[in-house]
């Protein structure tokens, strides 16, 4: 049996230095890490906002928070603020963490549902820390103490992406990971078998490797162009297929939070560093011309423009086969979900752990690049439903992609998953689902998709008494919500910054 002694990682960016960072941390004594990128080459890097996964891989590359928040100019992000995307003129709050808390067998949210059954007239935000905290410009961490509200909380990070890869690309230099530069020429491959065996670089260097990771982002030069792993369209489902992307100065007081809004052919989203605002549109070129989208971000900005704006084309979609021969695509090379609900960098990190689980020796087991792509296939699946629902549930909106949007047909799953909670607020999720209860609650009542009723577990409650525990915990939220710090005192009591 011959193990992998050489892995060749094919592009730099966030998903190239992530790649390296946790391999070099995983699998540093054993194999050897090289990395091809040109300085030619720009990067998409766009992708500032981050979910609570992201604490999985800092932890596993090493990163020390304060010094993480510190040096990518980061924020914290308690979830994410949807405006006018039911209607105009409402917003709804995606928190990250737990609505309520736990009391016994019956789920909360159904106690919620059995609450306004017998007359309760209080939003599920309520019970929500996280969103409240969000409201009042302020932030906490978790506690561990599962009797304190603090419990219940979620939190992840915005961040300078520029900054984080070359952050990841200190720590993965310093384990021996080798940057060559220059751009791809030439691909060798074995005849017998397909694998990938070199690939050379246009100043005649050769990098040999055993196994190659393709983070050369939309041009998929390995996976696509060499292995020929097709790509799935979801255009049908997600329309929107350019962004226009530009930072602005920043504002006097950053929010735990990014914000998300409706715009004519598309949204826009607002994401606040410590030094700038990431702002970017989204939108279909079906719908719209790319100078108009230009303009409606420019007349929607919250400082100054710090650059010019830069402009991005891509098509939602997925390669089912990600790993192909001795080739796994991570990042956009393996598919793309656009960022309202920032997954981006979710799915690199996911990408990476399911590699680090199913690492193959140098044959390549085809058996193990099967479960590897049904894995991911299964998490894009899934956010793929999840950000469709966001499309699909709206009203009010007459401009013709909204009106698109709203009568195309969906997907089996996401159809019953829709039915069933309108039904009797049951939530249809599989194990593997990324986005969980809370999430889905969010988004569903936050678009309009109402439970009509609740389950029968719920009748074994005593209406009386549920009503209280639910007025108790709206009140334990409110009265700690002003206790703790605004969001900017908790920057600068983690990173020791001056006020």
């Known amino acids: 049996m011959t193990r992998v002694g050489r892995i060749v990682i094919l592009g730099g960016g966030t998903a190239g230095w992530m790649t390296a960072a946790a391999l070099s941390a995983t699998y540093n004594k054993s194999v050897s890490i090289s990395l091809l990128e040109s300085d030619a080459i720009g990067t998409v890097g766009v992708g500032e906002a981050t979910i609570p996964t992201i604490h999985w ?41 737990r609505y309520g808390v736990d009391l016994g067998t019956v789920p909360f949210h159904q106690r919620w549902l059995r609450a306004q059954a017998d007359g309760l007239d209080r939003p599920l935000s309520a019970y929500s820390l996280a969103t409240q905290l969000a409201e009042a410009g302020r932030f906490a961490k978790p506690a561990s103490d599962p009797r304190s509200i603090l419990s219940t909380l979620g939190y992840a990070y915005h961040f300078d992406a520029g900054l984080y890869a070359r952050h990841l690309r200190s720590l993965a230099e310093t384990r021996g990971v080798t940057r060559v530069e220059g751009t791809l020429t030439h691909v060798d491959r074995n005849p017998a078998t397909g694998f990938v065996t070199a690939i050379t670089t246009e100043r005649g260097e050769t990098l040999e490797g055993d196994l190659f990771v393709d983070c050369s982002g939309f041009r998929a030069l390995l996976i696509g162009e060499t292995m020929g792993a097709p790509f799935e369209d979801w255009s049908r489902w997600l329309p929107c297929d350019r962004a226009i992307a530009v930072p602005c100065t920043g504002i006097a007081e ?96 996911s990408g990476i752990a399911k590699l680090i689980t199913l690492f193959p020796d140098a044959d390549c087991d085809p058996a193990l690049a099967r479960q590897y792509n049904a894995l991911l296939g299964r998490d894009m699946d899934g956010i793929r439903d999840f950000l469709i629902l966001h499309y ?108």
Request: net charge neutral; hydrophobic share 40%.
């Open 254 to 349: 950053t929010t735990p939070f990014t914000r998300s809004t409706r715009r004519e052919a598309g949204w826009q989203w607002r994401i606040p560093l410590q030094h700038r605002t990431g702002n970017g549109y989204v939108y279909s070129s079906s719908f719209l011309t790319d100078d108009a989208a230009a303009a409606t971000l420019l007349a929607n900005l919250d400082g100054a423009p710090l650059a010019d704006p830069r402009m991005l084309r891509f098509t939602a979609g997925f390669r089912r086969q990600a790993w192909l021969g001795n080739v796994v695509a991570i990042g956009l090379s393996s598919g793309f979900l656009e960022p309202l609900e920032s997954t981006s960098i979710h799915l690199i990190q």
């Open 57 to 97: 891989f800092n932890e596993l590359v090493g990163f020390d928070e304060a010094a993480f928040v510190r040096e990518t100019k980061a924020s914290f992000k308690l979830g994410i603020e949807f405006v006018d995307w039911t209607y105009p003129g409402h917003r709804y709050f995606h928190p990250f963490g």
């Open 392 to 499: 699909h549930a709206t009203q009010g909106h007459n401009a013709p992609m909204w009106q698109h949007t709203r009568a195309m047909s969906l997907p089996e799953r996401l159809l019953d998953k829709m039915e069933q909670y309108r039904r009797t607020g049951r939530l249809m999720l599989e194990p593997e689902e990324l986005f969980r209860e809370a999430s889905w609650l969010a988004v569903l009542n936050g678009q309009g998709v109402a439970a009509q009723g609740y389950v029968p577990l719920a009748d074994t409650l005593d209406g009386a008494t549920n009503r209280k525990q639910l007025e108790q915990i709206e009140t334990i939220i409110s009265r700690a919500v002003p206790t703790l710090p605004f969001h900017d005192a908790a920057i600068r009591a983690l990173t020791g910054a001056a006020a």
